[in-house]
């Protein structure tokens, strides 16, 4: 019985122990912060189609004309309503876009992205420029905050589920308990005649 609890428990707690390098955290103030660098640095080429907020009812467009970007840069710059979930599950699509937006480098000249590169299984030769300049001092804390929002964006439920989990827990052992007792009290005459 004990190490079914203990099974249960482990299951629950092991990807909280899971260590997640780009330190993104969900908090309103990061998503905040992320909201007006979106407007910042990224809003030029792409929209946000999906996205609602006070300032935005019916999403954000891009500043730049689609086609035109699609002209100047090669690629159509894609909507990133929902680019955090189609990048991973949860916090992963969210580090996609900040190891994105960190790993620009030049190949003699020619803009290359490590990020990109795994993900596409290319070289990395990348439409986007990057965004926010690689020497820009505060380059992670911007990218950190952006991604979080990005993925608020494209799963605004999140932190709701997650919210949940421990309650989920909770629940799960109480009642593993009560069917224990339940179990142990329907069986009791049973085992009693038994014994003998
Ligand atoms: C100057 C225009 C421009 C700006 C500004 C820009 N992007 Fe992009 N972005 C592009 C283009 C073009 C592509 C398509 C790249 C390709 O497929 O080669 C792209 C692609 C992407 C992708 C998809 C990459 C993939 O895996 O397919 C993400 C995510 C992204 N941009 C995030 C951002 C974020 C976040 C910002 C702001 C910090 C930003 N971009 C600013 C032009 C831009």
């Known amino acids: 019985m004990l190490k079914i609890i203990f099974l249960i428990l482990l299951a629950f707690a092991a990807p909280a122990f899971a260590k997640d390098d780009a330190e993104i955290k ?81 190949v003699n000249g020619q803009i290359r992205n490590k990020a990109f590169a795994e993900e596409t299984k290319t070289d990395g030769a990348i439409a986007m420029p990057p965004p926010i300049p690689m020497d820009d001092p505060a380059l992670k804390e911007k990218a950190r905050d952006i991604s979080a929002f990005l993925l608020k964006v494209s799963d605004p439920s999140a932190d709701e589920r997650r919210g949940l989990g421990p309650w989920v827990m909770v629940y799960m052992i109480l009642l593993t308990g009560v069917l224990y007792l339940l179990n142990r009290y329907t069986w009791r005459e049973v085992k009693k005649k038994l014994k003998g």
């Open 26 to 106: 969900l908090t309103p103030e990061s998503i905040e912060r992320g909201r007006t660098l979106y407007t910042q640095y990224c809003v030029a080429c792409h929209g946000l189609k999906y996205y609602r907020g006070e300032d935005a009812k019916t999403g954000l467009p891009p500043a730049m004309d689609p086609q035109m970007a699609e002209a100047a840069f090669g690629v159509a710059p894609p909507d990133l309503s929902l680019m955090a979930s189609a990048r991973g599950r949860g916090i992963e699509g969210a580090t996609y876009i900040y190891r994105l937006l960190t790993s620009y480098y030049t």
